[in-house]
């Protein structure tokens, strides 16, 4: 079955600490990663993609990720994390074909 | 550069009512995708469209249906809405090769009473 899987639903981290969000996949979307914020009431907004190639990819806001195909993983990072990063973090992936299906979400609250 | 806009913002409705809800994709983009979004979880899919035809369906029934127009601009319709209808609706736009993901709009909250 297609899923992906976010491992922790809030993240709570204290400001400039570093922060690491879990992404597990299954075998059938890893054509295709993404990482997407939603802060309150907006749509997603996307951070970064993994399509081939380089297994480190890096994206807007400082935010970067790994892909890992023994692991079926993409954790998404970030060295030091700021008040403005609190927001609802979601992991998605497409098979190539036309769905692209989106995790359960990690909340990431920053606090001061 | 407009992104994706959604109209309304917000709606309530009485159950058993039907409602449209409208999206205009960001510019140079074909392709609309409908997720619906409940509190606290993550987009499900509902359907992409592409060239003015639904071309993949996720698991809703079929009170659920949609249009997209020759500006590329679509509509979601539901007819008989359920209180479990109530959620956040996003409409994301893309272009046809799928490789830069996707562009959201801000949403339609749906409240069915």
């Known amino acids: 079955a297609q899923s992906v899987t976010q491992l922790d639903s809030q993240v709570p981290v204290f400001e400039e600490a570093p922060v690491e969000l879990r992404c597990n996949y299954s075998?059938?979307?890893?054509?295709?990663l993404f990482w997407y914020v939603q802060y309150p009431n907006q749509g997603l907004q996307l951070l970064l993609k993994y399509l081939s190639g380089s297994t480190l990819v890096k994206g807007i806001n400082g935010f970067e990720a790994e892909f890992n195909k023994s692991q079926t993983s993409f954790h998404l990072r970030k060295p030091s994390v700021h008040i403005s990063d609190t927001a609802e973090y979601f992991c998605?992936?497409?098979?190539?074909?036309?769905?692209?299906?989106f995790g359960a979400g990690t909340r990431l609250f920053v606090k001061a | 550069d407009a992104g994706v806009t959604q109209s309304p913002t917000h709606l309530i409705k009485t159950r058993g009512q039907q409602v449209t809800l409208r999206c205009s994709p960001k510019?140079?983009?074909?392709?609309v995708s409908w997720y619906q979004q409940a509190l606290g979880q993550g987009p499900q899919f509902i359907f992409q469209?592409?060239?003015?035809?639904?071309?993949q369906r996720g698991n809703f029934p079929d009170r659920f249906s949609g249009h997209q127009f020759p500006n590329y601009s679509s509509e979601l319709n539901v007819n008989a809405l359920l209180l479990g209808d109530s959620a956040l609706y996003l409409c994301a736009s893309s272009l046809r090769n799928r490789e830069n993901g996707y562009t959201f709009g801000s949403g339609t909250r749906l409240t069915v009473v």
């Open positions: 510019s140079g983009h074909d392709t």
């Open positions: 075998s059938s979307v890893s054509v295709y």
């Open positions: 998605a992936g497409n098979t190539g074909g036309f769905k692209t299906i």
């Open positions: 469209y592409y060239e003015e035809e639904e071309r």
